[in-house]
């Protein structure tokens, strides 16, 4: 057999990275290792291997055989040097505050997050005396005025969940790099295959798998990415000693399965929801669409230059608002009422009463997003099933004139 003469490419390493078939009877599928203890050749051994000075696993809260596949193929395709495999995306994130902040230092964090995380964020990390500054990260300049003595984190989504405002993952990772400051991406909109944050400067890509990653709607999972000697300490305090987010070995097998097809399906969710969101956009009943791929979007160029492609996620609001969109929702019939988003299955939902309940209609107003807004993860059905369900859907929502 002959050396390739280039590096595998993002589909090979989604299929075959860090995995030898001939290394176990031949199996096609890394095996599912249902294990939550790992035997000791002698009481020598195994205390080498919790002095970290013999390889090997002890305990499957710290490591699984089949999570390490899934763990270094995804570190493969973020281009990072390490991953940690978490049980939600809200898991990774708890690991990696828990782990590298500490009473009195200070968060700088785009305004727009996934609902939970602006919980954890707005809510709860004040009790620990963590503060968090939310600034509008969509201006770099912004960034730099909110940055203090005393912060540690920079923590942005792009695009943000639920409204599709884009941060410029480089101009942030300028910023951060010049104070010192390490900069975290949530990728779970894009994924790998769309965009690349470490490349463009991040320190760390944080996922929620249960959504594009896992692909299937059949899991929860997350996942941190980035320099092993973080990726360590994530798993070795965050993990181990401060919340037990372990992901199960079945789940990573299931994520295993799902990346086979990433890309396959990245393409698809996102050659559908562009030809959709122009298809909406030119609705009457519509007031506005949301979706990096328009031309209307303002931040377009940006899209072009850190995005592959323009993914699978719309936001949009009717032209009757909150009313409306609610009248949008109880029509359509192929979509599904569901929160989550990346499965195969298209979702509608209203993230004001939904995903994003944990801000406050003050909150939501300070924040930038309206009760209005309709959040859709476009799915792999047909694009012609699809149109029909929205703009049928959308033309008895219309007010008669
Ligand atoms: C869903 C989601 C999360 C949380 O992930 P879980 O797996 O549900 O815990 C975090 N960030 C974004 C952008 C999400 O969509």
Redesign the pocket.
């Known amino acids: 057999m002959t050396e390739p003469t280039r590096p595998p490419g993002f589909a090979t390493t989604a299929i075959h990275h860090g995995y030898d078939p001939l290394a176990h009877h031949g199996a096609l599928n890394p095996p599912l290792f249902l294990t939550s203890t790992y035997a000791f050749a002698s009481a020598a051994e195994g205390a080498a291997r919790f002095a970290g000075e013999a390889e090997g696993f002890v305990y499957s809260r710290v490591g699984n055989p089949t999570v390490a596949v899934l763990e270094s193929r995804l570190a493969a395709l973020e281009g990072g040097e390490a991953a940690l495999a978490t049980s939600?995306?809200?898991?990774?994130?708890t690991a990696l505050i828990w782990t590298l902040l500490k009473t009195g230092d200070h968060i700088v964090a785009d305004q727009m997050?996934?609902g939970?995380?602006f919980g954890l964020f707005e809510h709860h990390l004040p009790r620990f005396g963590i503060q968090v500054t939310f600034a509008d990260l969509t201006d770099p300049a912004n960034l730099q005025a909110a940055l203090a003595a005393n912060t540690r984190l920079v923590f942005t989504?792009t695009p943000t969940?639920p409204n599709m405002r884009l941060v410029d993952i480089a101009a942030c990772a300028d910023v951060c790099r010049r104070a010192g400051i390490r900069l975290v991406v949530?990728n779970?909109?894009c994924t790998p295959y769309l965009q690349r944050p470490l490349d463009l400067g991040a320190d760390l890509v944080?996922h929620?798998?249960?959504?594009y990653l896992g692909g299937h709607g059949d899991l929860?999972?997350?996942a941190v990415v980035g320099p092993k000697a973080i990726i360590d300490q994530l798993r070795f305090t965050g993990i181990k000693e401060l919340n037990g987010a372990c992901i199960s070995a079945f789940d990573a097998f299931l994520i295993l399965r799902g990346l086979k097809t990433l890309n396959l399906r990245m393409d698809r969710h996102s050659a559908t929801a562009a030809k959709l969101a122009h298809d909406l956009e030119a609705h009457p009943a519509v007031a506005a669409v949301y979706y990096p791929g328009l031309d209307s979007h303002p931040q377009r160029k940006l899209a072009q230059q850190q995005m592959r492609a323009m993914g699978g996620m719309i936001a949009l609001e009717l032209k009757g608002g909150l009313e409306a969109g609610r009248n949008f929702m109880d029509r359509v019939k192929l979509a599904t009422r569901a929160v989550?988003?990346g499965d195969a299955e298209t979702l509608i939902q209203h993230p004001a009463s939904m995903?994003h309940a944990t801000y406050d209609p003050a909150e939501r107003a300070r924040h930038g997003f309206t009760d209005g807004l309709i959040r859709l993860s476009v799915g792999l059905e047909d694009y012609e099933d699809l149109r029909e369900d929205l703009l049928g859907a959308l033309s008895v929502t219309r007010k008669p004139t």
């Open positions: 939600s995306g809200v898991g990774a994130l997050l996934y939970c995380t989504e969940n949530d779970t909109y944080t929620s798998a249960t959504k929860l999972a997350g989550s988003l995903t």
